[in-house]
Structure formats: structure tokens, C-alpha cells
């Protein structure tokens, strides 16, 4: 008779020396943003003084940092290491995540399936086969995950395992949605929608401390909801996920008190965004919030823009470099929200540094608005 609690999938894919290749990637990716980060950003500053600008007279854009930076061996070294340890977290022979998960896809899939069968009798889990995938989404790898989080069973699994390596610094990567959840206005919120739920960080994570909220989530990739419904299942919460496109989704209208969204917008080109953001004031209540977490440069720092149009670059996020000027306040306006404003608060990937004048790794803004 089959469980209604399946097994840990992970256990299978833990052996020592799949622990020790992954540790040594976590640990190489804080090397880069420490040390080479740091590096990189004296040696930018000294090439400034070293030119006559380090007085505030540098470079007034990113494309001019960049003809500082690029001759800079410790920023040659930084996009050296964030392409390609990328790459050995996924897809290194053996040892990268990918492989390892294809070694055991067999009971990966069937833990993940049998799960799922629970999920789709009670109601739970919706997928749909016959889902049109969006060419941005289907012809990009984002992140350098071999062929998406979309056209393979194990993906899900994958996705979350390269989470332990995304931001080394930190224990537990959902302290940023707790984070998150202080921001937020404070009221009730009974019906909330993980939007573009991936892994399900946000809907999990809102679940320990609002118990009483019916939580949904929504993704185009079915790998993405398996995964989240197992791991639902083992904490023994609800989630009612849907495989759906985000672009058109089939809730009634006036239907979430809460949208939450984390790193959706930078994954999504503009030419789609006023449709998106349209659909999400249609089934948000009047009043109703979303807040979406993303990535900005920091105003008026040419150095930080060109470090993250690096991360853009070398990590395969095509659309990053548009999201840093798109003007999501306005669309949201234009869709039907009756506020919308970014509120700003500063989480570091890496420990601050001693300097004073270093720039912050990452500044993330979160999109509020309101319907």
C-alpha cells in the first residue's frame, strides 16, 4: 500500500563526494564575492585615481565602467568564476547537480509521481500537458540550469539544490521572504497566490507563520509544482498549485487578498509586462497587495550596474538588463492598481565590508502595489 508520506528524494543524490564537489562550489562562489569582489572594486577605484577621476569624476554609465573594469584581472577572475562555477553546480560529470539527479531519476520520479497522483485525487495539484510554453521561457536556460526548470522531471529537484549554492552567505536562503513579509501592510490576508511559485520558497515559508491562509501557487513548469507538492506534503500543509501561464491564468477575478513574487519580473522581457501585470490587478481583490521582490543597481553607481549586468551576462538572464529601467510603477498604474510604489531595503549576499565606501553586492527593491 502506497504512503501518503513518500520518502526524502535528496537522500539518494548525498553521497560524499557529491557533498564535497557541491561544498567546494558554495565556497568558491563566497570567494568570489568576497575576496574577488573586493578586489575588483579596489582595482577599479585605483584605476579611477590612477586616470585623475577618483575624485568623483569617473565613469558616468556602466558601458564606461566597464572599459575600467574589463582590463582589471580581478574582474576578469569574478566573471571568469560566476560563469563557470555556475556550470560545475549544474552540469560537472558526476558531481553537478544535474547529472547526479539524472543518475537517480528513476526513483526520483517515482517519489515525485506518486505524490502528485495524491495531490490530482484530492484536488490539489492541477497540471496541464497540453500547456503552450512562452518562447522567451522555453528557449532559455536561465541561470545556466541544463534545458530549463520546464522539460525535465528531475528539474524541480535541481532547482532546489542549486538554491544551496545561489547565496553562500546566508544559512537559509527563505530568510529573505521573511524579510520580505515585514514589509508587507499589515492586515489580513486570507487567500494568498505564490506567484511563479519555482521551488515554492514563498508560499512554504508564508505557510509557518500564517497557518490559516489558503496558499496557492502558480507556475508554467510542472517539474516546479511536483517538487513543491512533495515538499508540502512532508511539512503536512496545503498548497493548491496550478501549472498555468502567467500571462493568462484562470482564477476569477477579485480573488487574492496577497500576490507574492520573487525574481519574476527580471526572467520576463518587456514586451509581454503590461499584459502580466494586468492579469494580476484582474485577480487581486480591490485592495488587495502584490509585492514582488526583484534586483536594482543602486542610483548613481556606475560600478554596481556593470557588476550585475555581469551577473546578467554570464548567468544567462537575457531580460535582467531591460528590468533594471523598465518603469514597473507605471505599468502597474496603467493596469488598474491605485498605488504602486518600490520599497527598498538592502540584503547583502555576502558579508558588508569594513569599507565604508564599498557598494552593497545587491540592492533589492520590492514592487508594492496596491489594487
Known amino acids: 500500500m502506497r504512503s501518503n508520506q513518500p520518502a526524502d528524494i535528496t537522500d539518494v543524490l548525498e553521497d560524499r563526494s557529491f557533498r564535497a564537489f557541491q561544498s567546494f562550489v558554495r565556497a568558491s562562489r563566497a570567494y568570489m564575492g568576497t575576496v574577488v569582489y573586493e578586489d575588483t572594486w579596489h582595482g577599479y577605484r585605483r584605476a579611477l585615481t590612477d586616470r585623475g577621476e577618483g575624485n568623483g569624476a569617473g565613469p558616468q554609465d556602466a558601458d564606461a565602467a566597464f572599459d575600467v573594469l574589463d582590463a582589471l584581472p580581478a574582474y576578469q577572475l569574478y566573471a ?202 484582474r485577480v487581486l481583490k480591490p485592495g488587495g497587495v502584490f509585492a514582488g521582490i526583484e534586483f536594482l543597481p543602486k542610483e548613481n553607481s556606475p560600478f554596481q550596474e556593470a557588476m550585475m549586468l555581469t551577473t546578467a551576462y554570464t548567468n544567462n538572464e537575457p531580460f535582467a538588463p531591460a528590468s533594471y529601467t523598465y518603469p514597473y510603477t507605471a505599468k502597474a498604474k496603467e493596469a488598474g492598481f491605485a498605488k504602486a510604489d518600490i520599497v527598498w531595503f538592502d540584503k547583502i549576499m555576502a558579508p558588508k565590508s569594513d569599507n565604508p565606501a564599498m557598494p552593497p553586492r545587491t540592492r533589492y527593491p520590492i514592487y508594492m502595489f496596491e489594487r
Open 80 to 281: 571568469w568564476m560566476y560563469r563557470h562555477l555556475q556550470r560545475f553546480k549544474y552540469a560537472y560529470p558526476d558531481f553537478g547537480i544535474h547529472p547526479k539527479a539524472e543518475s537517480e531519476a528513476g526513483h526520483i520520479v517515482r517519489e515525485l509521481d506518486a505524490a502528485a497522483e495524491i495531490a490530482i485525487a484530492s484536488g490539489t495539484l492541477r497540471l496541464n500537458p497540453d500547456i503552450a510554453y512562452p518562447d522567451y521561457y522555453r528557449l532559455t536556460d536561465f541561470h545556466q540550469h541544463p534545458g530549463g526548470v520546464w522539460s525535465d522531471d528531475i528539474d524541480g529537484l535541481v532547482y532546489e539544490l542549486g538554491r544551496r549554492t545561489t547565496r553562500p552567505h546566508e544559512d537559509d536562503a527563505n530568510d529573505l521572504y521573511r524579510l520580505a513579509f515585514s514589509y508587507l501592510p499589515k492586515r489580513d490576508y486570507a487567500r494568498v497566490l505564490d506567484w511563479g511559485t519555482g521551488q515554492g520558497g514563498f508560499a512554504l515559508t508564508w505557510l509557518e507563520s500564517h497557518p490559516d491562509s489558503e496558499v496557492h501557487g502558480v507556475d508554467i513548469a510542472a517539474p516546479c509544482l511536483k517538487l513543491v507538492n512533495k515538499r508540502a506534503m512532508e511539512r503536512g500543509v496545503t498548497v493548491h498549485l496550478s501549472q498555468q501561464a502567467v500571462e493568462a491564468m484562470d482564477y476569477p477575478d477579485d480573488h487574492f487578498d496577497l500576490i507574492l513574487s520573487c525574481f519574476m519580473f527580471h526572467e520576463i522581457p518587456p514586451g509581454p509586462t503590461p499584459g502580466i501585470l494586468a492579469e494580476i490587478a
